[in-house]
């Protein structure tokens, strides 16, 4: 598009929204978003939108139908792999970020090399088991990195239900932390994004070294 504006011209936008020096700090921040559903994608869309400066996907799914309910993909984008799909919708959406997508199934022998570039790394899976080997690997093998997990955010509750905690220096929660799909048989795409919005607050106040008591 010719009338596409200029970068400097994206960045004075976000300053009179963000703050100059607050947009700084946000345009110089590396972030993975691990996983690409329903959090994940709904997650990197606000950080895009924010002016986020570097943005690492990593899934190894393919867009389905059934993920037009809650997640930030297109009918004719099915059949895609979601890592790819979303960087081309966060070309549309903030064409300055900087986006590099993953196809790959992250897991212990990969976790590192695809995270290290990343200041802070978003936790968007659905599995326990892979929430808590992303968890554990960052804490333990990666103590100075920034973790903003998930856990709960099924059912029809209230939304004040999902929330925010810090559990350690560099390990933030979002969640109602008890909620499970298999158990609530239900999965509101508001809830989600409710979920998607706190991890996503979470990153950017970090970044913004507005740290949560």
């Known amino acids: 598009m010719n009338d596409r504006p200029a970068k400097a011209q994206w960045y004075r936008a976000l300053e009179e ?28 869309v606000n950080l895009a939108r924010a002016g986020v400066g570097r943005l690492i996907l990593i899934d190894f799914d393919k867009v389905e139908l ?6 930030q993909y297109k009918f ?15 070309g549309e ?8 997508a993953h196809v790959v199934r992250l897991d212990e022998e990969n976790v590192l090399s695809l ?19 992303l968890v554990n690997t960052v804490l333990e093998q990666r103590p100075r990195k920034y973790i903003v997990a998930a856990s709960g955010m099924a059912g029809d509750g209230p939304a004040n239900e999902i929330r925010s905690r ?11 932390g008890h909620s499970d799909v298999e158990d609530e048989n239900c999965l509101l795409p508001s809830r989600v994004q409710l979920c998607a919005a706190h991890q996503a607050h ?9 740290f949560d008591v």
Request: some cysteine; proline content about 1%; aromatic content about 6%.
């Open 93 to 100: 959406i903030a064409p300055y970020v900087d986006v590099v």
């Open 202 to 210: 979470a990153v950017l106040r970090i970044i913004l070294e507005q």
């Open 76 to 90: 004719d984008q099915i059949g895609e792999y979601k890592a790819e799909a979303l960087k081309a919708n966060l």
């Open 17 to 44: 929204k963000q703050g100059k020096a607050e947009q700084q700090k946000i345009a110089a921040a590396s972030v993975a978003v691990c996983g690409c559903g329903g959090l994940g994608s709904n997650i990197a």
């Open 66 to 71: 059934g993920n037009m309910h809650r997640q």
């Open 166 to 176: 810090r559990l350690g220096k560099r390990f933030y929660l979002c969640g109602d």
């Open 115 to 133: 995270i290290d570039d990343a200041d802070i790394v978003c936790e968007a899976f659905d599995r326990a088991e892979n929430k808590a080997m």
